[in-house]
């Protein structure tokens, strides 16, 4: 399908090449691409789907064609007949209200006769599985189901091939791995090309693999199975107990059980459960009742109220924050608009903030979905750090190489919140499984 | 034959050019004509819930009381005789049928866009004015976006102000919130930017151009779509005659 030779891209903006010097074939069946964030992957992607470079001015130079014609002969939305594409984000794909109507919206596109709409439509449900889904609302889906709408939206049309862009991304792991056994079914007679940081979820779902490195094609070969990344836990400093109260919550569709959790300064505890069950919920009432916890939101950006660093640091107490700019790495940033820097930043930030308002426990809701390697390191050295500075680390995970930086683990079902558990937990198969967290036994 | 069924565009354009002519009438049996006849075409040609109806009508009902009061008291002097004084100002007969004539305007042109809005789906109308209208697709599909947004932003903006209260800004009170309002608004635009430019993505990588699309929802015009429009154009010839007579 695609076919690169001495392939570069730049944006017109910069001066330095995203991708360089890339030459490959894209063959039938399933392929894997690979990289650290930044390293090129989305950018080669939507090449591919030829968003780009149309859509942001881009530069590109070599050799780069598509279905054997060069991608600048095609019109706009002419690839797109052959390739279905579907994203990371679940929540940002979806134009009308329910699954129906959104399946219609795709038909229209490829300007299928009326009559034969209604058809085609129940044809891609009924072939994926999905025939219960025709007339739910969209909002209304879980992340997982969404992900499998997108798959049936870009599938209706046909395609010859079908790129996923980190679909897993914002999935628990017994949810992503029923997407993957449902996508290795259901989707059998289409070429597909997935970009993921952590294949190993996917089992030998492939068969050739592509590592992107800065740009750079660094391997092009068979896929090979690895591991997931490991994380050992946290040494921790105890210190002395202290008790939290979380009080119930009842909503409409959901109710959150009281609940307490014991906490030891200088510990680090995770709370395990899968999406929807009351996780990020059971934080944010710990935060909201416990003036001594700090909480880094899923994005750390929402926690920012000032336009520019030193303010943000400054803001709402009169203690000197000069130090604390040079601890969390940002003494160069302070002039900076909070919003401007990089994820891994906007977290120190976080961190920074949380510091200097004399918070006994840091607590990260879901901070690892979407991270890749790298990211996670990071993370993982400044939550070491602040524990053995003498603060407790509380983070809430479906992420269950991660988890293992935790000393203490909670698990959440359905609003009840059960524990601590110590790292016995890992062996105890019934327990995970009952929690939607096991990974084992993975084809 | 109902106003729920009736073309979208039809619909409006016939509103539409009732509330501008209506604009042109100085008199208050015009607009006291259009405002009763279009709730008996609404009750006959309508399942619309008057409770609802009421519940919308209220801002507009005391917007009219409010012309018909300040009209009244801070109308300019009129030549004529004087009817009655009030607040020490002397009303004459001309002040009180101005003020009359304003206040039952406000109460027809609510009359006849709760006609509209009541009894007209968002989406229909939209396939409509892209149907009839020649609306470009580009642009009724955004408004569709902006359908589902709505619910996104509306809970993005509450997590702002619940991470927010966290950190210690006080919010506690309704006048505290919409103080914060605007340090929220930097952080809302851009994560509502991020979202719609992956949305527009995903639209492209679908398909969508704009151009050459086929249509499976089709907005029928019909015979009763002109009857109906017959009926309201022929309801504003009777109150413009009643009123100028």
Redo the contacts between chains.
């Keep these: 399908m695609v076919e690169a030779e001495r392939l570069a891209f730049r944006y017109p903006q910069d001066a330095e090449h995203v991708l360089t010097d890339i030459t490959f074939r894209l063959t039938d069946g399933r392929t894997l691409i690979t990289g650290a964030s930044g390293s090129g992957k989305s950018t080669l992607f939507?090449l591919f789907?030829r968003?780009y470079p149309d859509?942001c001015d881009g530069v590109v130079t070599g050799r780069l064609n598509l279905f054997d014609r060069s991608y600048d002969t095609y019109e706009?939305?002419e690839v797109?007949?052959r390739v279905?594409?579907v994203?990371q984000?679940p929540?940002?794909?979806?134009?009308?209200?329910t699954v129906e109507e959104e399946l219609?919206?795709?038909?229209?596109?490829?300007?299928?006769?009326?009559g034969d709409?209604?058809d085609r439509v129940s044809a891609i449900l009924h072939e994926l599985h999905l025939s219960e889904y025709r007339h739910r609302t969209?909002?209304d889906l879980s992340g997982g189901e969404k992900q499998q709408i997108a798959v049936a939206?870009?599938l209706i049309?046909r395609p010859e091939w079908l790129l996923l862009d980190e679909p897993l991304a914002h999935l628990d792991p017994e949810t992503a791995q029923r997407f993957v056994r449902w996508l290795d079914e259901s989707a059998r007679h289409v070429n597909i090309v997935v970009i993921e940081h952590r294949p190993y979820i996917w089992g030998d779902f492939f068969d050739r693999q592509i590592e992107l490195v800065a740009g750079r094609i660094g391997y092009d070969g068979p896929f090979v199975s690895g591991p997931d990344h490991t994380f050992l836990p946290l040494k921790t400093r105890r210190g002395d107990k202290h008790l939290f109260h979380i009080p119930k919550v009842n909503r409409q569709k959901f109710k959150l059980a009281a609940s307490k959790i014991s906490v030891e300064r200088g510990d680090v505890i995770a709370v395990l459960g899968r999406n929807g069950s009351g996780k990020s919920t059971w934080l944010?009432s710990l935060?909201?009742h416990h003036r001594e916890v700090g909480?880094v939101?899923q994005s750390p950006?929402?926690?920012?109220?000032e336009?520019n660093v030193a303010r943000e640091l400054a803001?709402?107490h009169d203690r000197p924050i000069e130090d604390m700019l040079t601890r969390i790495g940002l003494e160069r940033m302070r002039a900076a608009h909070p919003?401007s820097l990089s994820h891994g930043q906007k977290r120190r930030l976080a961190i920074g903030?949380m510091m200097l308002?004399k918070k006994r426990l840091i607590a990260f809701d879901e901070p690892t979905a979407g991270q890749d390697e790298a990211s996670l390191r990071a993370l993982y050295a400044l939550m070491a750090e602040r524990v053995q500075a003498g603060q407790t680390v509380l983070f809430v995970t479906h992420d269950l190489s991660f988890a293992r930086a935790a000393n203490t683990y909670y698990l959440m079902r359905d609003g009840q919140l059960s524990g601590p558990y110590d790292a016995s937990l890992w062996d105890d198969p019934d327990l995970l499984r009952s929690h939607g967290l096991l990974t084992e036994g993975w084809r | 034959m109902t106003f729920h069924e009736m073309n979208p565009t039809i619909k409006f354009l016939t509103v539409t050019c009732l509330m501008f002519g209506l604009a042109f009438m100085y008199n208050p049996w015009t607009p006291l004509g259009v405002f009763f006849g279009t709730l008996a075409l609404q009750f006959i040609f309508s399942d619309v819930s008057w409770k609802r109806w009421g519940l919308f009508m209220i801002p507009f009902l005391l917007t009219a009381v409010g012309t018909l009061w300040t009209t009244l008291v801070f109308g300019k002097e009129a030549s004529g005789e004087v009817m009655f004084k009030l607040f020490g100002n002397d009303v004459t007969e001309e002040n009180v049928m101005l003020a009359v004539t304003l206040s039952l305007r406000v109460l027809a042109f609510t009359a006849l866009s709760l006609l509209f809005t009541l009894t007209t789906d968002p989406k229909r109308f939209v396939y409509s004015l892209m149907q009839q209208g020649k609306l470009s697709p580009k642009i009724a599909y955004s408004v569709f976006v902006g359908f589902r947004f709505f619910p996104i932003l509306k809970n993005e903006l509450m997590q702002l102000y619940e991470t927010h209260a966290l950190r210690g800004v006080p919010l506690e009170t309704r006048r505290d919130r919409i103080r914060h309002a605007p340090k929220l608004l930097i952080p809302l635009l851009a994560g509502a930017i991020r979202q719609a430019e992956r949305i527009a993505f995903s639209m492209e990588a679908r398909g969508f151009t704009g151009e050459g699309r086929s249509t499976y929802e089709v907005i029928p015009v019909t015979r009763n779509d002109f009857l109906l429009a017959a009926l309201l154009v022929a309801l504003f010839g009777v109150s413009v005659w009643a009123g100028v007579r």
Excluded: K, W
């Design positions: 939507t789907n968003l859509n706009p939305g797109n007949r279905g594409t994203f984000d929540d940002s794909q979806f134009v009308m209200q219609i919206f795709t038909l229209e596109n490829f300007a299928v006769e009326r709409i209604s969209i909002q939206c870009a049309g944010r935060a909201r909480l939101p950006a929402h926690l920012f109220v336009n803001y709402g919003l903030v308002s």
